[in-house]
């Protein structure tokens, strides 16, 4: 039902910028969130950012001021921008999307959908 393929990632400093791209596809016309996770080596994933249908985001207050999420008017790709890159953000990032009401974010739990995931590698 749904298609989701990361790209944009690679090797950075810290302190650079990055944008990360998440192609969306879908087979119905059905309402989906779409969240952005990060999962670091020997870690558990983690939901760094989400959006629902209007617009409304949400963000993991450890990252938050540093990243937005975003998507086109076609809603048909998902967009993170990271701004100053630190080492801690080396990680495998994944987009993830599920069926959703227009105005209410699911809990991170509940996505069922996954890209194969973007590694991003900051160095210092």
């Known amino acids: 039902q749904v298609q989701l393929k990361e790209s944009g990632g690679g090797s950075v400093r810290h302190g650079e910028s990055l944008m990360l791209s998440c192609a969306v596809s879908v087979s119905s016309d059905d309402n989906y969130c779409l969240a952005w996770f990060r999962q670091a080596p020997g870690e558990e994933r983690e939901e760094i950012a989400a959006i629902d249908g209007d617009g409304s985001t949400r963000y993991r207050e450890s990252v938050k001021g540093r990243l937005t999420i975003s998507q086109n008017n076609a809603k048909n790709t998902l967009y993170l921008q990271i701004f100053n890159l630190i080492p801690d953000d080396t990680a495998m990032y994944y987009c993830?999307?599920?069926?959703?009401?227009?105005?209410?974010?699911?809990?991170?739990?509940?996505?069922?959908?996954w890209g194969q995931g973007t590694r991003v590698t900051v160095s210092s």
């Open positions: 993830a999307a599920e069926r959703c009401n227009e105005f209410d974010l699911v809990a991170p739990y509940e996505y069922t959908y």
